[in-house]
């Protein structure tokens, strides 16, 4: 089976605090993970992906397969990152899973 | 630029009516996916396809069909829709490849109301 796990639904902090969005998977082949994002009223669009090892609007995530985990890191928050944020697994039948969503608040 | 084209923002259907939602990208992508989007419980798959003709179920396919005659169209069908079927519907679509260029990329959304 293919699953992804955001543990949490909602994740409040303070601009400038560092912030981690949980991201776990199970898939018993070579996964693809992936972090996207959707700002209000906005369509939801990739922030970043594992395969790359780049960081995005400050934003980072390590692939942890001892962990399965792929958690998303940013030292300082800011205002505008605000949204709701979803982790996504890649499997090799062509299958785009994602988790549940972490809607992130970043309060002034 | 990259266009996923979901053909209605809005729906509003009766109990019982057969629903079609169309969506249409440019990108010459052979992945295409249909996704049911509800709060708490994030994106849910419905159905997907790989290529022309050829379809996948995904996690949650009851009460739903897809059609995908042509590359760049991939409709989604609601037999006789029910209220458990209001939601958000998000269309998407990426290449077949590697990890390092299967982005999705999503339609703005349908959002459907069945009354």
């Known amino acids: 089976a293919q699953r992804v796990t955001q543990p949490e639904k909602l994740l409040s902090v303070f601009k400038g605090a560092p912030v981690e969005l949980k991201c776990n998977y199970s898939y018993s082949g070579s996964p693809e993970l992936f972090w996207y994002v959707q700002y209000s009223r906005q369509r939801l669009q990739l922030l970043l992906r594992?395969?790359s090892r780049e960081s995005i609007k400050g934003f980072t995530a390590d692939l942890n397969k001892g962990e399965t985990s792929f958690h998303l890191k940013k030292p300082f928050a800011q205002e505008e990152d605000s949204a709701m944020y979803y982790c996504a697994l890649g499997g090799s039948n062509y299958k785009l899973t994602f988790g549940k969503g972490t809607l992130l608040t970043v309060n002034p | 630029d990259v266009k996923v084209t979901q053909s209605s923002r809005y729906l509003v259907k009766r109990t019982g009516e057969k629903v079609f939602l169309e969506c249409v990208q440019d990108m010459d992508h052979e992945n295409m996916f249909w996704y049911r989007q509800d709060p708490g419980l994030g994106l849910r798959l419905i159905y997907f396809?790989?290529?022309?003709?050829?379809?996948e179920k995904g996690d949650i396919p009851e009460g739903y069909s897809v059609s995908r005659e042509k590359k760049e169209r991939f409709s989604l069908i609601l037999e006789s829709a029910s209220t458990n079927q209001t939601s958000m519907y998000l269309c998407a679509s990426s290449l077949l490849g590697t990890a390092s260029n299967t982005e999705a990329f999503f339609g703005q959304g349908t959002r459907l109301t069945v009354v």
């Open positions: 594992h395969i």
């Open positions: 396809s790989y290529d022309v003709k050829m379809k």
